[in-house]
């Protein structure tokens, strides 16, 4: 480790570290404003804190993204690790998934990935766990939050630095050695400029893919859109190359490469929910009696479709959120964890249980290598059609947007319990177990919920049945909000 590469500037001897900081799995700020040096440096003396109270095995992976400072941001957050007696496993530029593969590869419990994921330039931030394939929920994120923002010794027994060579070849290669597809199909890959760009493009070529690169050199000022698979300037980018170069599919990668976007053939946007159903649809066949669990944000066909039905398969929706979704996949030995957002989970045979936006884009090439006469388009038009709104996320600042939520559920609950009508339909059911997801009798749906990661608000709605139904339960939803002076614009609409 070159402590040399420290930005002295950047480093002073009071640690600053905002609690908004800590959110319910994710850790990020805005840097050097929100969190200094040595406040990452403290929150590496914490993370060792926990690890020691938490009688975990003193050894941890730690890798970072190409963000121009992310080298310094591990570099203090491996320093106070060092302070408390922690073994580091140094594994250099990497993405998400290749932290989480590391996990394995070296038998180590435990792991810290510098990254910032999709956020704008400027942000940086942690992806942490201690008993993989999970990764930290509230329950940890709390008490590393309580643990940070006290007073805190150094142990002043160092612990060993190791940096390992040549993780990312060796991941590359365990997705890669073991899958290869038959059928002549080309892919536009999109990366935004994030770390991904170096990565999955080689990967899908490593399988047979014929790959044409978008926007793949790195380049952390993200010059073209953030590297934001639900960003619709990315989709829309993705949708043009694709329909240029008579492509069979094209693929969105995140800034850190555990979440994957989708536009078919024919140059439309498929929703990462959709993109799941297909693969459980798939799954289902070869797996029967398969589980499977789904965020709230996802679509209603999961719980009504013919195939997993058929096939003895069982849905499971939980709460939004990476962490949520892996645990509980792992909880119930599910096969597969779908997240609207992009994030899938596979378990044994397929994966190990970890976001890997690389697989996904594997799995969907095998699904297309296994239905040879069909595009991914044909696949879809199997599917019952539904009308979908994109994820829309009006602004609303971290310390109110639990308190509006709140609100914004009872007055659901109150037109729920009152018979209200919402393009002329009842709403027939509830669910609150992250924000509020309501139910009409034709089967739509529409949710609310905070943003786990950032100021923001979530919106998603569906139809069964017309356009226009879904916009009246997007106009339901926010004519709700237009009564929170807290709640700001939106970064898209319908």
């Known amino acids: 480790m070159n402590n040399n590469s420290f930005n002295i500037n950047h480093y002073d001897d009071k640690p600053i570290i905002n609690e908004l900081g800590f959110r319910e799995y994710d850790a990020r700020w805005i840097y050097p404003k929100q969190i200094n040096l040595s406040g990452i440096k403290k929150i590496g003396y914490g993370l060792g804190q926990l690890m020691i109270e938490e009688n975990i095995k003193k050894e941890i992976v730690i890798g970072h993204d190409y963000r121009s400072y992310s080298e310094e941001v591990k570099n203090a957050l491996i ?12 594994i250099g530029l990497t993405i998400s998934p290749g932290a ?7 038998n180590c419990k435990s792991v810290a990935m510098v990254t910032a994921s999709h956020n704008e330039n ?26 940070c923002l006290n007073d805190l010794n150094p142990k002043k027994n160092h612990g060993e630095y190791k940096f390992i060579e040549g993780m990312n070849a060796k991941y590359i290669n365990d997705i890669t050695n073991k899958n290869n597809i038959k059928r002549k199909l080309k892919a536009v890959v999109a990366c935004g400029n994030g770390t991904s760009s170096i ?7 490593k399988i047979g893919i014929e790959v044409i690169k978008i926007h793949c050199d790195l380049d ?16 829309k980018h993705l949708s043009q190359e694709v329909i240029r170069n008579n492509a069979d599919i094209g693929f969105a990668f995140d800034g850190d490469g555990d979440r994957c976007g989708y536009v078919d ?3 439309n946007e498929i929703f990462s929910d959709i993109m799941g159903l297909l693969l459980a649809r798939n799954f289902s066949e070869k797996y029967k009696s398969s589980k499977f669990v789904v965020d709230v944000k996802s679509t209603g066909l999961f719980g009504s479709d013919k195939i997993l039905k058929s096939n003895d398969a069982s849905v499971h929706y939980w709460k939004t959120g990476h962490s949520y979704i892996k645990q509980k996949t792992s909880e119930i030995s599910a096969l597969a964890g779908f997240e609207r957002s992009g994030h899938y989970f596979f378990n044994k045979p397929i ?11 594997v799995e969907v090439c095998k699904l297309l290598d296994e239905n040879p006469g069909s595009s991914i388009s044909d696949l879809i038009k199997n599917l019952p059609h539904t009308f979908n709104s994109p994820t829309m996320s009006p602004e609303c600042p971290d310390n109110v947007k639990y308190e509006v939520i709140e609100k914004v559920i009872d007055m659901i609950d109150d037109g729920y319990k009152n018979k209200i009508k919402i393009a002329d339909l009842e709403i027939s ?41 879904m916009k009246e339960i997007f106009y339901f939803i926010d004519n709700l909000l237009k009564q929170f002076k807290e709640v700001g614009p939106y970064d898209q609409s319908i």
């Open 79 to 90: 320093s106070g690790l060092l302070s408390y007696g922690i073994t580091v496993f140094d």
């Open 100 to 106: 989480y593969f590391a996990q394995y590869d070296l």
């Open 122 to 147: 400027g942000w940086t931030g942690f992806k942490m766990g201690v008993n993989r394939p999970l990764t930290f929920g509230p329950d940890l994120m709390n008490k590393l939050k309580e643990i």
């Open 199 to 205: 990565f999955s493009p080689e990967i899908l070529e």
């Open 220 to 235: 952390y000022s993200f010059p073209n859109y953030n590297p934001n698979p639900e960003d619709l300037k990315m989709l």
């Open 265 to 267: 053939d024919n140059g």
């Open 351 to 361: 994966g190990r249980g970890y976001d890997d936006a690389c697989l996904s884009a």
């Open 429 to 469: 059911s509830i669910l609150t177990i992250n924000g509020i997801r309501f139910t009409l009798e034709d089967g739509s749906w529409g949710l609310i919920r905070a943003s786990s990661n950032k100021p923001n608000l979530v919106i998603v709605c569906e139809s069964t049945t017309s356009y226009d139904v």
